[in-house]
């Protein structure tokens, strides 16, 4: 039994010995009053999480995030709605399972050194930004502008990818798919809302991305410049 399997089933048997335990010596009345059996659901995302933490070098460990985290944010979210007695939670609360999803897979690639992970991850977290944003005001509608967001990640995405592997390629890239989702954003705001609200939303976001354009070339490496010492 390998390092990984037994520290998970060490978790596991402890969460769940502790759980008999506090039952036998309390009886029934623990059973019926406990609200905290998703701590069950937490323990198996920690231990998921804890092996890549516990052993750094073995990069093959980073996939564990992916399923680790969306596991241990469940158990959070189900420990929430138990203890509150508010199972109506998840009703606003489920986009972080999307966002856990997309952190892992960000870990993943942070720990295989693979930059080309921020691709999916940024696409993931980008609509789980988007779906935690409309389940908590309930302005589902909004989607009609938030199919931006694809192309918007894709570009900042280019942009890490370009500027970690030096390439002008991929900077410029970034930068079109980037400019597009802000020009497609503001077009489809100005069909469907005011223009006053258009300038309050798409000025500063045309400022972010300007500012973003000028951190990117700033960090290209230019031809001729002299190096430090």
């Known amino acids: 039994m390998n390092k990984f399997a037994t520290l998970f089933f060490g978790i596991i048997l402890v969460v769940v010995g502790g759980l008999a335990l506090a039952g036998n010596l309390l009886g029934s009345m623990f059973w019926a009053g406990f609200r905290a059996w998703p701590l069950l659901v937490v323990a198996a995302g920690l231990a998921f999480m804890l092996p890549p933490l516990l052993a750094p070098r073995q990069r093959g460990l980073g996939g564990l995030f992916v399923p680790g985290l969306p596991v241990l944010v469940?158990?959070?979210?189900?420990?929430?709605?138990?203890?509150?007695d508010r199972w109506d939670i998840?009703?606003?609360?489920?986009?972080?399972?999307?966002?856990?999803?997309?952190?892992?897979?960000?870990?993943?690639?942070?720990?295989?050194?693979?930059?080309?992970m921020v691709i999916p991850a940024f696409l993931?977290?980008?609509?789980?930004l988007a779906l935690l944003f409309c389940a908590i005001t309930g302005q589902w509608h909004l989607w009609r502008l938030f199919w931006t967001i694809e192309p918007l990640a894709l570009g900042l995405a280019f942009l890490v990818v370009g500027l970690f592997n030096r390439s002008k390629v991929f900077v410029i890239l970034g930068l079109s798919f980037s400019g597009f989702a802000i020009l497609a954003f503001?077009?489809?705001?100005?069909?469907?809302?005011?223009?006053?609200?258009?300038?309050?939303?798409?000025?500063?976001?045309?400022l972010v991305a300007a500012g973003l354009a000028f951190l990117a070339f700033s960090f290209w490496p230019r031809r001729g410049a002299p190096q430090s010492a």
């Open 74 to 84: 469940a158990g959070g979210i189900l420990l929430a709605a138990s203890v509150l």
């Open 186 to 206: 503001a077009l489809m705001a100005m069909i469907a809302f005011s223009v006053t609200w258009l300038l309050g939303i798409a000025g500063p976001v045309l």
């Open 124 to 128: 993931v977290l980008g609509n789980g």
């Open 90 to 116: 998840w009703a606003r609360a489920w986009p972080l399972e999307v966002l856990a999803l997309g952190l892992g897979l960000l870990l993943l690639g942070i720990w295989l050194r693979v930059v080309w």
